[in-house]
């Protein structure tokens, strides 16, 4: 623990001296509801993940644009059966775009496996999605006002903190146990916001107004939080971050036989081969074995 907690220490005190790149948060812009077309015989794809093109916006260049019409179309190509993709912000709005239909789905992690249960959908990971970097992890950054006097989270003691829903690990379970380890008493009922945008704003406005405020944001909105005005550039400063969680993975429902699941996992195995696909769909890697659970 000791170890853990200087490698967090010194984490925290050399983000404490730099401003926010370029970000906007994990809400995006709401694509046209357009209703699916979904062949009788179509694997019908829910798409979840927030830096894809249909549910992110273009404000960094050759990021958050994720073409996954083209992994589908891949996709059909390795299946042998039409592919309808399906892209939703939440498991239940893609449901109800596809009418309930879904045999592969696409997102985070932690989100897909709190909803499924909710939506009664069965879910098996499959594989898990590189990003650029060739990770498949992201992270929870711990932000305050630039200009706010706080430099590591043991000097957040009395402030307001915004978490992310239960279902974001990296803003809600994460971003708890790394405060905890800094000896700081995190409330039973956490303060949340439903999005980064939204925690990164309140952080703003609300130091403008005199208070002691920090959020929580997603390490992947970071990139996209300035980049398409939502905050000022250099306006927020990361004082932390949480230890890694899992990012973007692919689970497979019970609506796929046995000898479905593993084509599929087979093709999503195969997409770091195919070096345009991986470059549309933003993947230094493509999709890799998940990582086994300590």
């Known amino acids: ?28 812009p709401k694509p046209a509801e357009k209703p699916a077309v979904i062949p009788g015989n179509a694997l019908v794809v829910l798409v979840m993940d927030p830096l894809s093109k249909d549910l ?12 996954y019409d083209k992994f589908g179309k891949y996709l059909a190509g390795k ?3 039409p592919v309808a993709v399906v892209y939703g912000e939440s498991l239940p709005g893609a449901l109800k775009k596809s009418e309930g239909k879904a045999h592969l789905i696409i997102g985070k ?17 499959l594989a898990a999605l590189t990003g650029k970097d060739g990770k498949t992890t992201q992270t929870g950054l711990v932000c305050v006002a630039a200009a706010d006097k706080a430099i590591t989270p043991a000097d957040l003691k009395g402030y307001t903190i915004y978490f992310g829903n239960a279902a974001a690990e990296e803003k809600s379970a994460a971003a708890v146990q790394a405060l905890k380890e800094f000896g700081l008493e995190v409330p039973a009922r956490l303060d949340t916001c439903a999005t980064c945008s939204e925690g990164a704003t309140k952080v703003v406005e609300e130091a403008q107004a005199g208070k002691k405020v920090a959020a929580v944001i997603s390490s992947y909105a970071q990139p996209l939080l ?3 005005g939502t905050i000022k550039k250099g306006a927020l400063r990361v004082i932390a971050e949480t230890d890694p969680v899992p990012f973007i993975a692919a689970f497979a429902t019970g609506s796929l036989t046995a000898a479905e699941r593993d084509a599929v996992r087979a093709a999503l195995l195969a997409v770091g081969k195919d070096k345009d696909l991986s470059a549309a769909i933003e993947t230094k890697a493509g999709f890799i074995e998940p990582a086994k659970k300590k």
């Open 1 to 28: 623990m000791a170890a853990d907690l200087s490698r967090r220490e010194a984490l925290a005190t050399a983000l404490a001296l730099t401003a926010l790149p370029a970000a906007r948060g994990d809400e995006k």
């Open 56 to 67: 992110s916006c273009p404000c960094v260049s050759g990021y958050g644009q994720r073409d």
């Open 79 to 81: 299946v042998g059966r």
């Open 109 to 125: 992690d932690s989100v897909i496996r709190a909803t499924a249960p909710g939506a009664k959908l069965e879910v098996t990971q």
């Open 226 to 228: 300035e980049g398409c």
